[in-house]
């Protein structure tokens, strides 16, 4: 079963676009992570939110942590190429440190 | 600040041979993960370790898998014998503890069993 469910899967849009990505469970989080993954390299932490109803902007990124803690967006403004890469949410419950993650988005920004 | 560091970056090697990967997680870290990442399966959780102690191994796949953390600075996988289904990439991350979570990758091992 997977707790964490990201939308779209795949998504492929010129530059200049919005878009926004979506993580869903039907658990509550404590706290709730997003990461990028360029290829060829490790998931590199972009924001952690903690509040419910929580929201932080990185740039053109903004991040929502929903108002129950289940679920969270990003959306990203005015994509570039060097937004493409794989975007992977993922969430800590209860009193461990392992995180559980979201199936992935992959972005393709093109010029 | 150096980050994770992981090695060998790729490993190429045959059907039953031993295979080990390394790590050393950032310096003042006290938990250690090891994941597993494929196409298919995405980003799985192998082991992690809080303060050099194995905490949850339930995602080790078999009896092959073992993971060790013999001190504060230096981890190992151990795959014995490989098999062609293991190739994946493999990535060690850490994290202090209680702090919400927030995990750093290292840039991973790409391994390929012929």
């Known amino acids: 079963t997977q707790l964490l469910e990201q939308s779209p899967q795949f998504l492929s849009i010129q530059e200049g676009e919005n878009l926004t990505v979506y993580c869903n469970s039907s658990?509550?989080?404590?706290?709730l992570q997003w990461y990028r993954q360029e290829p060829g390299e490790g998931p590199v932490l972009l924001v952690t939110?903690?509040?419910?109803?929580e929201v932080k902007k990185l740039k053109r990124l903004t991040f929502q942590f929903g108002d129950a803690r289940k679920d969270s967006s990003l959306h990203i403004t005015a994509a570039q190429p060097g937004d493409t890469g794989l975007y992977l949410c993922?969430?800590?419950?209860?009193?461990?440190?392992?995180?559980?993650f979201g199936t992935g988005t992959l972005l393709a920004v093109q010029p | 600040d150096a980050g994770v560091i992981q090695s060998p970056r790729h490993e190429v090697t045959e059907m039953g041979q031993e295979v080990t990967l390394r790590c050393k997680p950032i310096?003042?870290?006290?938990?250690l993960f090891w994941y597993r990442q494929t196409m298919m399966r995405g980003l799985e959780l192998l082991i992690y370790?809080?303060?050099?102690?194995?905490?949850?191994d339930s995602g080790m796949p078999e009896d092959r898998f073992s993971a060790k953390m013999p001190n504060a600075s230096f981890s190992t996988l151990k795959i014995q014998p490989s098999e062609p289904r293991d190739s994946a990439v493999y990535f060690c991350?850490?994290?202090?503890?209680?702090?919400?979570?927030?995990?750093?990758f290292g840039p991973g091992t790409r391994l390929t069993v012929l």
């Open positions: 991350a850490s994290s202090l503890l209680n702090d919400r979570g927030r995990q750093y």
């Open positions: 658990s509550v989080f404590s706290s």
């Open positions: 939110v903690v509040t419910g109803g």
């Open positions: 993922a969430g800590l419950r209860g009193a461990t440190n392992k995180l559980i």
């Open positions: 310096s003042g870290h006290n938990s």
């Open positions: 370790f809080n303060n050099n102690v194995p905490i949850d």
